[in-house]
Structure formats: structure tokens, C-alpha cells
């Protein structure tokens, strides 16, 4: 089954205790995303890559890394936490060209205390 | 400058009423359009895309939008709204410079029995 995996699915941290939040996808994608909703905000674009060792802010890159090593990984790294990341982070997949349609995994919640 | 707009965070319609959620975008070039729909605790779903092909585009459920250049719109109508329609509807474009997507706030559909 083609889908996008995130891991965890829930996760309730301290401020400053890094963290990684893994996203892999099984459909051979070029371009791997991360987003976070927050309410009445939608979803914001923290960082993207389109291939392997290629990445690139996006919208609201501040205080997260990402590493693209393996086409399938895009993890989410988080190395010192603040309560403002506090939210739903979402991995997401497409095939660069053609449609752009994006495949989203099933998010993960975040709280930071 | 805002890429995606939708006009109404909240809409509430009858069952078996007309859905009409809107979403407009502010680019020069026609872009790639999607609309993609959350229901509670779950990830995004596409419902329906634009990729220049046809101005009516059909989605699944039942979903229909339809791509006006003069209008700078890509509103999402059902004919029929149905309970199981209640839902976060967003849309997000890719412009054609650039990699990065952009998403509107959302909207929330409520369906009244």
C-alpha cells in the first residue's frame, strides 16, 4: 500500500529536550515536505526537498532541521524545542511533475511544555 | 503577499443543501490547484486538482470545482451536502515559480441534519 509514515503520532516533550520526528514514504517521490497546522493559520510549509541531500525553507523554517539522506526519509528535527512549536506536523510525498499531488502522512502532535 | 485565500473559516449548510466553499489565489500565471479535505484526526485527502487539463475539475465524493482565470477562483461545490461531508476543507496551490505550496486557512463544513 503506497502511504506516508510518521513517527510518533503523539509526543508531549520539555523545552530544550531535542526531538526527531521521522516521515517515510514507499512510493519513490522526489519531493518530501514538512508542514505544521495551527488553528485559523492552516497549514504552513516549514521545509521541502526535491532529492536526496536537497532541501529548502520554506514559510517557517525557525528552529526546525531536516536531512534528506535517503530518498524514502525526510526526518524533522527539532533541537531545542520552544513552547510555540507546539502543534500538528504533517510529513508529505509527490512525484516532482505531472500533478504535484502531495501524499500526507497521518500527523504528528506535538506538545511542548 | 497572501497566495491562497478562503473566504469563510466556517460554513454551515443543510443536508441534501448546495456546498460552496471558496477559495481564490493572487497569481499572474494560473498555478496548480488543489483541494484537499480533513476529517477530524486524520490527515489531508485530496479531493479534486487543477492542472490546466479542464476548468470543471470532478474529485471524489461527489466534489466539483471549477478553475475561472477571470475570477482568480477555484471554488468547491456539491450539489448535495451529505453528513459524512463535515469535514476541514483546504486549498493550496504550487505556482509555477518556485517549489514551495501554499495553503489557504481551511474551512470547516458543518452539515445540519
Known amino acids: 500500500e503506497a502511504q506516508v509514515t510518521q513517527n510518533p503520532r503523539y509526543l508531549i516533550t520539555v523545552t530544550g529536550k531535542k526531538l526527531t520526528v521521522t516521515c517515510s514514504q514507499n512510493?519513490?517521490?522526489?519531493?518530501m515536505s514538512w508542514y505544521r497546522q495551527d488553528p485559523g493559520l492552516g497549514l504552513r510549509q516549514i521545509y521541502y526537498?526535491?532529492?536526496?541531500?536537497?532541501?529548502d525553507k520554506g514559510d517557517v523554517p525557525e528552529g526546525y532541521k531536516v536531512s534528506r539522506k535517503e530518498k524514502r526519509n525526510f526526518p524533522l528535527i527539532l533541537e531545542s524545542p520552544s513552547p510555540n512549536q507546539t502543534s500538528l506536523y504533517f510529513c508529505?510525498?509527490?512525484?516532482?511533475?505531472?500533478?504535484?499531488?502531495?501524499?500526507f502522512g497521518p500527523g504528528t502532535r506535538l506538545t511542548v511544555t | 503577499a497572501q497566495s491562497v485565500t478562503q473566504l469563510g473559516s466556517h460554513v454551515s449548510v443543510s443536508e441534501g443543501a448546495l456546498v460552496l466553499l471558496r477559495c481564490n489565489y493572487s497569481?499572474?500565471?494560473?498555478?496548480?490547484l488543489f483541494w484537499y479535505v480533513q476529517y477530524p484526526n486524520q490527515g489531508l485527502q485530496l479531493l479534486l486538482k487543477?492542472?490546466?487539463?479542464?476548468?470543471l475539475v470532478k474529485g471524489i465524493n461527489g466534489f466539483e470545482a471549477e478553475f475561472k482565470k477571470s475570477e482568480t477562483s477555484f471554488h468547491l461545490t456539491k450539489p448535495s451536502a451529505h453528513m459524512s461531508d463535515a469535514a476541514e476543507y483546504f486549498c493550496?496551490?504550487?505556482?509555477?515559480?518556485?517549489?514551495?505550496?501554499?495553503f489557504g486557512t481551511g474551512t470547516s463544513l458543518t452539515v445540519i441534519p
Open positions: 508529505a510525498s509527490s512525484r516532482w511533475g505531472g500533478s504535484y499531488e502531495q501524499y
Open positions: 512510493m519513490n517521490h522526489e519531493y
Open positions: 497569481s499572474s500565471v494560473p498555478p496548480y
Open positions: 493550496a496551490v504550487r505556482l509555477n515559480t518556485g517549489n514551495q505550496f501554499y
Open positions: 526537498s526535491m532529492n536526496v541531500e536537497v532541501t
Open positions: 487543477y492542472t490546466s487539463a479542464a476548468t
